[in-house]
């Protein structure tokens, strides 16, 4: 059984709680509490693998350009960063989302290794006619930053929603083997150093 563990951020009201609750219930609920930080467990299999997913959807705070950070960018395998097309000040705290994970977790990949697994998703798809964010923009900054991307409505889409956390789980099973192979790579190289070490002196002093 594989345990994932996935962080939801974005600013106040962009549909994080609705998105995540899409995905896990089908179902789409007008209003949530946004008063407290919510853990949202689920068993599901992906690829014939079993997995305990976990998603951390954390309540926004005020003067949110920090939210509440710390705490899941640490804790979290994946992310899934949301902001509201119709809303450019959710974007734009987006993108300062994605600069402070790569800043946190960035160290965990080298170049032309496999990226901290992240998606931008942009929702509310269905208020396209008062959109402040295009499509475009939204992808470049999701090229840049190594990353998915989404438009979804948490109002209107399930398929979409599914799809995207179905490759944000893949992307972070790739990691986790990653990184577990990388430990165990670097775990035999210091092995191989200490028996070095002990029977290469051992051999000199004889
Ligand atoms: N039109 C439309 N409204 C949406 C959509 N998703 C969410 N909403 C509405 O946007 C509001 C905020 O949604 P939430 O899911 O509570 O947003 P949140 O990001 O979790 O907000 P906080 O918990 O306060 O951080 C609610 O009134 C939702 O009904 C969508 O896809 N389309």
Redesign the pocket.
């Known amino acids: 059984m594989t345990d994932i563990k996935l962080a ?1 951020l ?10 995540l ?1 899409r995905f896990l219930t089908k179902r ?5 509490a ?1 008063n407290s930080n919510s853990l949202y467990r689920k068993r599901l299999s992906i690829d014939g693998r079993q997995l305990n997913l976990e998603v951390f ?1 954390p ?2 705070q005020t003067g949110e350009s920090r939210c509440i950070l710390e705490e899941p960018l640490e804790w979290a395998d994946g992310f899934v960063v ?1 902001y ?1 097309i119709s809303d450019r000040t959710s974007f734009l705290n987006a993108k300062n989302i994605l600069r402070q994970i790569k800043e946190t977790r960035g160290g965990e990949t080298c170049k032309g290794e496999v990226d901290i697994p992240i998606c931008l998703v942009g ?5 396209c006619h008062s959109r402040q964010v295009t499509e475009e923009e939204a992808r470049a900054a999701a090229l840049e930053h190594k990353c998915h991307f989404q438009e ?5 889409d399930y398929l979409e929603i599914a799809n995207l956390f179905t490759k944000l789980m893949r992307h972070v099973m790739e990691h986790l083997k990653y990184r577990a192979d990388r430990r165990r790579y670097s775990g035999s190289k210091s092995m191989a150093k200490l028996i070095n070490n002990v029977f290469g002196k051992r051999r000199k002093s004889v």
């Open positions: 939801l974005g600013s106040r009201g962009a549909g994080k709680s609705a998105v609750v789409f609920i007008g209003e949530y946004s959807d309540c926004s949301v509201n929702n509310k798809q269905d208020l979804v409505s948490a109002a209107e």
